[in-house]
């Protein structure tokens, strides 16, 4: 199917957001659109401050933006709400909570029965790898078991819509590629539109279906690459020759803006 012929999602319909800085006005999206079809995983690229936070936050509904919206099946997005789920770079959990509670949290607002809830979210923190760990609170974790109960939680509250900001960034390499594999695991077997923010060219092209490529600040999209290398994606697909060619484009065109910024 022709994405034109997919439903659209999310809508950022020419998205502008400016804050009031210590030195006066900053630009941090200068009309942005983008349509995002349901059930796409889209990874967001660009030199840092161009804007890519603010844009997820504002999807979110964590800011407004100054002008122009975000539409959700059509309707205007005002706030946050249970359809989108956000998984930060810092994991969030709440610390009194164990494991299981953590992972259970959404349920709980949703108000799922609590066996119910309970067998929801033993699913999905055993297919995160956690199984045995139900019951440990978040400081006797690891960085990257902490990550994947914030991935576990977000995932069992099942909303439509997960929004990631850098969810690997503070993770060592090989915790990052083993979350990622779990992460294209899970979306292909229960399938979301996920927005999904990285500084990491590899995971960009291993996740997405498109990569967005943002402008340094005031940020734009500046290009959007079709990522045609078909699923299911290994770390192996790391040494195709088309991934490495993606790569060299995409690499090349987000250090132009690095570039920009440091001028
Ligand atoms: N609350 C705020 N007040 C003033 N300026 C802000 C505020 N939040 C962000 N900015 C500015 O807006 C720009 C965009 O910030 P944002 O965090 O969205 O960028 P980013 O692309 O996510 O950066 P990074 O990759 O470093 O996380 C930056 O120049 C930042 O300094």
Redesign the pocket.
């Known amino acids: 199917m022709a994405r034109e012929d997919k439903l659209v999602k999310l809508k950022i319909d020419n998205v502008y957001k400016e ?4 030195n006066g006005k ?1 630009v ?1 999206l200068n009309g942005v659109s983008l349509d995002i079809a349901e059930n796409e995983f889209i990874c967001v690229v ?12 504002i999807i979110a509904g964590l800011l407004e933006p100054t002008s122009g919206a975000v539409y959700l099946d059509g309707k205007q997005i005002e706030g946050t709400g249970v359809e989108r789920g956000v998984v930060f770079q810092q994991y969030a959990l709440f610390p009194w909570r164990t494991v299981i509670k953590n992972v259970m949290f959404g349920l709980e607002m949703k108000k799922v029965p609590k066996d119910k809830a309970e067998e929801i979210a033993r699913k999905y923190i055993k297919a995160v790898g956690l199984e045995g760990f139900e019951h440990s609170y978040p400081k006797e974790l690891s960085g990257g078991m902490k990550q994947r109960v914030a991935i576990a939680r977000a995932y069992a509250a099942n909303p439509e819509v997960l929004l990631l ?2 969810p690997f960034g503070a993770l060592d390499a090989q915790t990052r590629v083993q979350l990622q594999t779990e992460l294209l695991n899970t979306w292909e077997q229960e399938k979301k539109t996920c927005f999904f ?1 990285t ?1 990491d060219v590899d995971e960009a092209i291993i996740l997405a279906q498109r990569v967005i490529i ?1 402008s340094a ?1 005031p ?1 734009r999209i500046k290009r959007i690459v079709d990522i045609d290398i078909p699923y299911p994606r290994t770390q192996e697909t790391k040494s195709d020759p088309r991934f490495l060619e993606l790569k060299a484009e995409i690499w090349n065109e987000v250090y132009q803006e690095f570039l920009a910024v440091r001028k």
């Open positions: 804050y009031q800085g210590r900053v941090a660009g030199p840092s401050g161009c804007g890519k936070s603010t844009l997820l936050n900001d850098e923010i500084h943002m600040r940020g």
